[in-house]
């Protein structure tokens, strides 16, 4: 039975849809008292659409955005933040909304010692955007970054980790990136009201998902700050310190700005404030940046026997590039003196290295472009091991109150010091460590619960360790889904949370992945897991829900391309899937291809794609004020029944979509595309496609089209020159419209010696040939299709097997052998004789193929060619070895048949399914002999219709000439044999009589002359 929706079937079924949603039995086992409220009368609201890249921690006070690349703030952000989300696109602004931020950039840096190895992973190194070695998992089909629901006020969770090689920057010192590796989940937190609204705090776990363990593993946050508002200005007059007795790094701008039409009298703040391991050694590393190496400095700290001086081996003190360099930064215990003081730094000094540049260190002292690096560790981080860090961010108000206290510098640091007030800093600083306390309270929920792995009976849920020795295990609650409590069959609600917790497996604290065996595919469940201490557990958290398996196998459709003729109709066919009870399927149908990355299974989200799609219904949650929308495409047909659907209206270009719906509203995958075409009867008979020009194809465009228009007398022919359609179009493969071939009875491909054009790129993209043949096309193509074999024009014998699905299904290879054109480049003297392949011949292999010799009397190849090989033979001929698909045609015979490899090896085949046939030949026929070459063509076109189409060819030579003339004569006048495809009965040659008259006399002969030679008027009897 089918079911064909119009527009008004969809408006009742999406109002009963809506009427049934309303009396259903809600939340039976589940919670009752959140189930939404269904209507269509809500207009959609656009909400945030999840995961994405990156994320903003705003508040009333500050705005920071951090993302999943390792990266902290806006700039160095691997894609740039849209201005009309809402989000900051500041790095670390204060006030918010304002212009003033304290942050251009920052980075995670970890390090450790992995079988001897030093390896730092970075999301940059600082001073560009070079060094990203963070990247989300399934980088770069899906970013990772997610809202959490937690005990802040908004919070988010980014995942990366350090994996990739490929496209990843080479160490400073030449090295290929080796990853650590390692996945870090971020956290992202702020507290709205007050007192927290200066401040941003982080939490972040760090996981070795490598085989080997990771020693003396130091963690290091990179930045630099940039303070202002004037770019052209901000980045020369920052200054970097510490609060050591407070473990509190910062940055400001040198005077505030506080005479400037804006003012940065803040503060950037950073703090560690707890960590899972046992903290050894922690660092506060500053330093200027410069290409010019002698002015790249940070302070370095004099060297002694226990602490050797490190060279950086990079010219400078400063920036610490390469792997080594980091890691060494990081690891080494140094807290370096303020910035403000580089200039009083003398030789004498008993800790710190002098530097060796007064004039410039003067300037160092009262601003510069200045980074800085808080580093902690050390700790051993075993395979699937994890450790746990919080730290802050934050700022604090009136650090600048005199703006003339830069003036101390650089002679007077001290009172430049005096001047700063760090009271509201240090305030900050404590209300941050109170809300680090609050993040590591066991009772909160875990986080990054989800799905790792399914099968149909089996699913791996995993969550993010707590790390910290408060928490002894997890509880694991486990419920089933009824199909009843589903608003819409097949389709999880997001907002379905159980009623009651059912307890199923406690766990260790070292475990963080659970198995659920023996389960059922066509059932839904949910999990929650929580925190268990010695006396408590904590909250269960955010329900996760998911059903067994994947989706279900599409139906396989029986065609790839649908042709047809305004008016008709097209019956799309497909068979039905393995294993699955199917209630009906979806028929979908797209008007361009350009839709087809767009298409879609039902889902729900709160708004993401409100402005983008038609919700089918809107589901009110009014106790947690969210908003659901259900979005589902709307099906072309419903069939029911059956495994074909008949279009009767269908749509030139338009694609067919197929999916399977079994009886408890699971959708299938989707389909194989189905293409439908209108296209043009074949009117012509041949069209010749040559010329792809490369600087070795070895022959001029200009000789194969010569050759071709002799050859094609008497048939309707075009020819094509692809380089002259690909000129400038680029990419190229896309340039040849597929729609041209449609017109042509037979097509033939003849190229120079590298064909370029039977190409992977053109087909593979356009499929401009697979559409072509499958709408009961012919296709010829001469030399080989070297393209897709691989094949280069090297010096050796080679082979390759027929890889490409294409060539093995449209031209029945398995593999291809030949002989390079530079094969005898080595010999001793050049030009060679072609003593390995030596083809001068393609014998038929039964009568209903005639030999193709090799012309020796034609010189065809360019001066490139006369270098490397003689005129004997011709070079680069292919060999085939068939399957089952296809029948040889001619075989391989060479001018030294006792040694050539290739001596008897198919170099000719054809290949026959309806509705199409190809013919492949291993060597290109603009270098064969004329005759041979013409007879092969009427053996795969078929013959002229007419003498008329001859176009003066007479004696079927291949030319039209003066011998073509006394053949005439001797025809009409002496009763010879008749032209071909003028034979008729005696005394009744209507096709001949050129000018129409009734006769056959001298008056035919000159008006053929003139039409042949001059350009005259088409003979009166030939077919228009």
């Known amino acids: 039975m089918l079911k064909a929706n119009s527009p008004n079937s969809i408006l009742l079924w999406t109002g009963c849809l809506i009427a049934v949603l309303a009396i259903s039995a809600w939340g039976r ?87 001897g190895d030093t390896l730092v992973s970075t999301g940059v190194s600082g001073w560009s955007p070079a060094g990203r070695e963070f990247y989300p998992p399934d980088w770069p089909s899906e970013a990772t970054v997610t809202q959490l629901e937690y005990v802040s006020d908004y919070s988010f969770c980014a995942r990366y980790v350090d994996t990739f090689t490929t496209g990843i920057d080479d160490d400073y010192f030449g090295r290929p990136h080796r990853p650590l590796p390692i996945e870090v989940s971020l956290r992202g937190h702020v507290w709205q009201r007050d007192p927290f609204q200066d401040i941003v705090i982080y939490d972040m776990l760090v996981t070795n998902i490598g085989p080997e363990i990771i020693s003396d593993a130091v963690i290091g946050f990179y930045m630099d700050c940039d303070i202002g508002q004037n770019f052209e200005l901000i980045y020369t007059d920052d200054l970097a310190g510490s609060l050591p007795d407070e473990g509190i790094a910062y940055c400001v701008d040198n005077d505030g700005d506080l005479s400037a039409d804006w003012i940065a009298e803040k503060i950037f703040a950073f703090k560690f404030l707890s960590t899972s391991f046992a903290v050894t050694d922690s660092s506060f590393n500053w330093y200027v940046s410069n290409g010019t190496k002698d002015f790249d400095f940070g302070p370095r700290q004099k060297a002694t026997p226990e602490k050797p001086f490190r060279d950086f081996e990079t010219g400078g003190t400063g920036t610490p590039s390469g792997d080594v360099n980091k890691y060494y930064m990081m690891w080494f215990d140094e807290w370096d003196y303020d910035q403000i003081m580089a200039a009083s730094i003398r030789p004498d000094d008993p800790d710190w290295l002098y530097p060796d540049h007064d004039p410039f260190m003067s300037d160092l002292s009262n601003g510069a472009d200045t980074r800085f690096v808080m580093s902690i560790g050390r700790f051993d981080l075993p395979p699937g091991g ?72 089996s699913v791996m849920i995993q969550w993010d360790g707590w790390a910290f020795d408060n928490v002894e295990g997890y509880d694991i609650y486990f419920s089933e889904i009824p199909l009843e409590d589903l608003p819409i069959p097949g389709l999880i609600a997001p907002w379905l949370t159980p009623e009651t917790l059912e307890l199923v497996a406690q766990v260790d604290a070292g475990q963080t992945s659970y198995t659920f065996n023996d389960l059922d595919p066509y059932t839904m469940y949910a999990v929650n897991v929580a925190n268990r201490t010695t006396t408590t557990v904590g909250d269960p958290g955010q329900t996760i829900l998911f059903r067994p398996g994947q989706r279900s196998a599409a139906p396989v459709t029986l065609d790839e391309f649908l042709f047809l003729r305004e008016s008709e109709s097209i019956t799309v066919r497909w068979s039905a899937p393995a294993d699955f009870v199917i209630d009906h399927y979806n028929i979908y149908r797209f008007d361009s291809v350009e839709v087809l990355p767009d298409v879609y299974h039902a889902f729900y989200d709160e708004g993401c794609m409100a402005e983008t799609l038609a919700p089918r219904a809107i589901f009110g949650l009014p106790a947690d004020e969210k908003t659901y929308y259900y979005y589902a495409m709307e099906p072309l047909a419903v069939v029911e029944g059956a495994v074909e659907y008949i279009d009767y209206a269908p749509v030139d270009n338009s694609i067919y979509l197929v999916t399977a719906v079994d009886q408890y509203g699971y959708e299938s995958q989707f389909s194989v595309e189905i293409f439908a075409h209108y296209i043009p009867d074949k009117v012509k008979d041949i069209l010749v496609i040559m010329g792809s020009e490369t600087p070795l194809n070895f022959v001029e465009t200009g000789y194969i089209n010569w050759f071709y228009e002799n050859l094609l007398w008497g048939y309707e022919y075009d020819i094509y020159n692809y380089s002259d359609s690909v000129n400038g179009c680029m990419p190229s493969y896309t340039c040849m419209e597929w729609r041209d071939l449609m017109r042509y009875k037979l097509v033939i491909v003849d190229d120079g010696l590298t064909d370029q054009i039977v190409s992977p790129d053109y087909e593979f993209s356009a499929r401009g040939f697979t559409r072509y043949l499958t709408s009961g096309g012919h296709l010829a193509c001469f030399g080989g299709l070297t393209q897709f074999s691989g094949f280069e024009l090297t010096d050796d014998v080679n082979a390759a097997v027929a890889e490409s699905t294409f060539v093995a299904r449209f031209f029945g290879i398995d593999s291809s052998r030949y002989v390079g054109a530079a094969y005898c480049r080595d010999a001793g003297s050049l030009p060679c004789d072609d003593s390995v392949s030596g083809f001068i011949n393609a014998e038929g292999c039964h009568p209903d193929w005639s030999g193709v010799g090799y012309d020796t009397t034609r010189d065809v190849f360019t001066s490139a060619l006369d270098g490397l090989w003689s005129g004997e033979t011709p070079p680069a001929v292919v060999t085939f070895i068939a399957n089952d698909n296809s029948d040889a045609s001619h075989l391989f015979r060479s001018l030294y048949p006792d040694t050539s490899p290739f001596e008897g090896e198919v170099v000719g085949l054809t290949t026959t399914d309806d509705p199409w046939v190809t013919y492949l030949f291993g060597f290109h026929l603009w270098y064969m002999d004329r005759l041979d070459a013409r007879t092969l063509i009427e053996t795969i076109a078929g013959a002229p219709v007419s003498c008329c189409g001859a176009m003066g060819d007479f004696n079927h030579d291949g030319m039209a000439d003066v011998t073509d003339v006394v053949a005439w004569t001797y025809w009409s006048f002496l009763t010879g044999h008749a032209p071909p495809g003028c034979e008729m009965p005696p005394g009744f040659y209507p096709e001949c009589d050129m000018d129409g008259n009734g006769r056959i006399d001298i008056a035919d002969l000159i008006y053929w002359v003139k039409w042949s030679y001059r350009g005259g008027p088409q003979p009166a009897t030939c077919p228009q």
């Not at 945030?48 to 952000?77: K, N, Q």
């Not at 934050?394 to 760090?422: C, E, Q, R």
């Not at 460590?433 to 009976?457: F, Q, W």
């Open 29 to 115: 086992g589940f919670d009752t008292k959140t189930a939404p409220d269904p209507t269509s009368q809500q207009a959609p609201v656009v909400g945030e659409c999840w995961p994405r890249t990156y994320d903003g921690l705003v508040t009333d006070s500050v705005a920071m955005s951090a993302d999943c690349f390792g990266i902290f703030g806006a700039d160095y952000h691997i894609q740039n933040v849209p201005n009309d989300t809402g989000w900051p696109t500041t790095s670390f602004a204060s006030p918010f909304p304002g212009e003033t931020d304290y942050l251009f950039g920052g980075a995670v840096w970890i390090g450790g010692i992995v079988n």
């Open 386 to 457: 994890c450790e746990r860090i919080v730290f802050s961010i934050f700022t604090g108000d009136s650090v600048h109150t005199d703006p003339g206290n830069v003036n101390n510098l650089p002679n007077d640091p001290a009172s430049y010091l005096a001047g700063l007030d760090f009271s509201k800093v240090l305030v900050n600083a404590a209300w941050a460590d109170s809300l680090a306390d609050s993040l590591l309270r066991p009772e909160n929920p875990v986080i990054g619960l989800s799905v790792t792995d399914k099968t149909d009976s």
